[in-house]
């Protein structure tokens, strides 16, 4: 079993990365159906929590169902962050998770994500004033650290512990590498072979399948892993994971049915969530994803992503859905 803080997790647990677009409840519902054990909000802004900024607000939305859940935040600001926390522990999610991972320009530029990469004592307060504004247990998503030439990520583990965060994720790329090259868990099993780390460390990066979960739990020791991109479209992964770890067998690849059916809940949920108009829009990058790799989709997709119409949509996917041998010829 793993610990953070009050919260139980299975051994080796398996987490829903926090992506910004995608994480949004209805996609965490249908990774929560089909086995994560972790689901973490798409990343708040804390100036934005604090102005009262609609699409940040709403982002705070978490059900009983997802449990448990964390809420990430990030900036570059003390008092902001402390006061974003307090906000946060309003609508009582499990824990807050702190973003010093992203590594999008607009982000890092202000100062946050994985801009305070470059300044471990900044980093180090940031945390400390949002652990000392709530009771909920704090966790951190980093980086190894700027660039080649500035991985700290061994130094940022220690301090961060040291000012009480309750886990670290650890995504194994710089931030000059954005989500290029490949992944270094290397430097991830440094930090968790570290006889003075006592808290969980997750791994974050590259890991696409149940043959690499396996393969990266054995050779790099972390608690669990993170898994982001390869998560969307594929909510599945986390219990062929799972199984694969149990057994050592694969689980069969989702029918066409079953990922019909996926699309159809992650639309109606998204109607109900966001209203119809937004849901529908928002849910059309979706639908290739869910359908990836599958021939002669193209002709069902063009229609999927021009269709206003909610029933006309449950219409399609019922008819791709009963398609099976032309489309899997």
Not at 27 to 38: I, Q, T, V
Not at 170 to 183: L, P, V
Not at 195 to 213: C, L, T, V
Request: aromatic fraction near 8%; include cysteine; glycine fraction near 8%.
């Amino acid at each position: 079993m793993v610990k953070i803080g009050n919260i139980s997790l299975p051994e080796f647990p398996l987490l829903l990365a926090p992506m910004e677009d995608v994480s949004d409840p209805p996609f965490r519902r249908l990774c929560k159906m089909h086995g994560a054990d972790l689901m973490y909000s798409e990343f708040i802004s804390s100036e934005g929590l604090i102005r009262d900024a609609i699409k940040s607000r709403m982002k705070l939305d978490i059900f009983d169902y997802e449990r448990p859940v964390g809420i990430q935040i990030f900036g570059g600001d003390e008092e902001a962050m402390a006061m974003s926390a307090k906000i946060v522990e309003t609508v009582q999610p499990d824990l807050v998770d702190i973003n010093f991972g992203c590594p999008v320009k607009k982000v890092v530029c202000k100062g946050a994500g994985a801009g305070v990469l470059k300044d471990i004592d900044l980093m180090v307060r940031l945390t400390k004033a949002v652990i000392e504004s709530t009771h909920l247990p704090v966790t951190v998503k980093t980086r190894l650290g700027w660039d080649t030439d500035s991985i700290n990520i061994q130094e940022v583990a220690e301090r961060l512990q040291e000012v009480g965060i309750k886990a670290l994720s650890i995504h194994g790329r710089t931030r000059s590498q954005m989500y290029k090259g490949e992944a270094d868990w290397t430097e991830i099993a440094k930090v968790k072979a570290n006889p003075n780390i006592e808290i969980p460390i997750f791994g974050n990066g590259d890991i696409d399948s149940p043959e690499k979960a396996v393969a990266y739990k054995a050779e790099y020791g972390v608690d669990g892993v993170m898994i982001g991109r390869a998560a969307i479209g594929n909510p599945w992964i986390f219990n062929q994971i799972k199984h694969y770890v149990k057994t050592g067998e694969h689980l069969p690849e989702p029918t066409l049915a079953e990922r019909a059916e996926a699309a159809k809940s992650h639309l109606t949920w998204a109607c109900e969530w966001k209203g119809e108009r937004t849901g529908i829009l928002e849910t059309r990058m979706h639908y290739s994803n869910y359908f990836r790799g599958i021939p002669h989709f193209k002709p069902y997709r063009q229609r999927l992503v021009t269709s206003d119409d909610l029933q006309e949509l449950f219409g399609i996917l019922e008819e791709v859905s009963s398609q099976v041998l032309s489309l899997e010829s």
